[in-house]
């Protein structure tokens, strides 16, 4: 009889890297198989850096901050990438076309089974191409990845399945009740009240003050999630243009946006857009969330402003970021991220 291995005891211990192994070695024939997918689909590998100027500009996204020193001994603020989502649109305007990185990004007060503060985050970009390409990427992907089920605690996820696209509106509807798109004017611009309004006829608790954002983020994660990805991926499209600040609006209908994200198992797995590509209007974006950033936790963080004037020579491109460890953790029936991860940052949650 194996030994039961204790809770506490540390990855690079002998008998817990023993049972790690397997999922680390499945980790690294998923890597391979993306890998060549994407090299016979024409996709570039780029490196972009990690150490950038700005870390992005999402209110509810924190970065790891560091000071550079320069050769006269002047520091300047820099920031772990939270995505390498600027740099990689600075080589669309460069002149690539279908690039990809396979890389560490780091994320702080994130931590939990399926976060960690550093991971491993698939990004592509597409020039010309339809948002919906993306999803049909992902899919393949998770196909891939898995000759069986996707597991996460009790629910399943067959990867051969035809994924389901079920708008945001929709999925509101249906799973809490609630008429998202009554609680926004023509333009997108957002009513709190009248949203907190219909939390309460259908008893979704929530605090006083809170924003639209905020109540939109708790019916997601409390009375919608959950339904999504079980037995089939869901595509959880057309965002609300407020929840969208690097996407493009959907023609006719600014309210929404070219936005989705996919479920496996109650999961979300990845990010998508049709890339915003006008400077003005991004920056104004970014000064929106900016200004969240600073009235809820008291910081903000720099405007990447080559990342701007990159912008305006950059194709019309969609794009797309996949939590690969999440992948890796839904493919092999693992507990937490950190558990596929080879070297995690501490001890991997039990």
Known sequence: MTPEIAADTPWWHPSRHADR????????????????????????????????????????????????????????VMYLHTSPEFAMKRLLAAGERRIYSLGHVWRNRERGPKHAPEFTMLEWYRVGEGYEQLMEDI??????????????????????????????????????????LATMDAQGATDAAALAEQMDRVG??????????????????????????????????????????????VPGD????????????GVELANGFGELTDPIEQRLRFEEEMAIKQATYGETYPIDEDFLAALALMPNACGCALGFDRLVMLATGAPSVEAVQWVPAGRVTP
Request: aromatic share 8%.
């Open 254 to 265: 600014a309210r929404v946006s070219e936005r989705f994200e996919v479920y496996a198992c």
């Open 204 to 249: 979704i608790a929530h605090m006083a003050g809170e924003s639209w954002s905020d109540l939109f983020s708790r019916i997601l994660s409390e009375r919608v999630e959950p339904h999504l990805g079980q037995g089939r991926l869901t595509v959880l499209d057309r965002y609300p243009a407020a929840e969208a600040a690097l996407a493009r609006r």
């Open 21 to 76: 192994r397997p999922l680390l070695l499945a980790r690294n024939r998923i890597q391979g198989a993306i890998r060549g997918w994407l090299a016979e689909q024409d996709f570039l590998e780029v490196d972009p850096s990690a150490l950038q100027v700005s870390p992005g500009n999402e209110a509810h996204l924190h970065a790891f901050a560091t000071t550079a020193i320069g050769n006269d001994g002047a520091g300047q």
């Open 139 to 180: 899919a393949a992907w998770v196909r891939l990845a898995c000759d069986g089920l996707l597991r996460h605690r009790d629910l399943t996820c067959d990867p051969k399945a035809p994924y389901e696209r079920v708008s945001v509106a929709d999925a509101f509807s249906t799973y809490a009740g609630i008429d998202l």
